[in-house]
């Protein structure tokens, strides 16, 4: 069952909104594989939006910083 921004595993309620977004986003698309169960599932989307959003927000900084 793909998860949607108002329906979310219970783990992923406490996120910020960016990560819970970006989390179901990846979630879904690693359930479409089929294989993996969704504890599983979950816990891999949860870590890698938050290091894919980590990742972006370090880009930007380091490139406002090259621009000044």
Do not use: C, Q
């Not at 977004?21 to 979950?42: C, P, Q, R, S």
Request: no cysteine; glycine share 4%.
């Amino acid at each position: 069952m793909p998860w949607t921004k108002k329906d979310y595993p219970l783990a992923m309620k406490n996120l910020p909104v960016r990560v819970r977004n970006k989390a179901v986003e990846i979630a879904n698309a690693i359930l479409d594989e089929g294989k993996l169960d969704e504890g599983a599932v979950i816990a891999i989307a949860i870590s890698k939006a938050k290091e894919t959003l980590d990742n972006g927000t370090k880009k930007i900084e380091k490139d406002s910083k090259d621009k000044s």
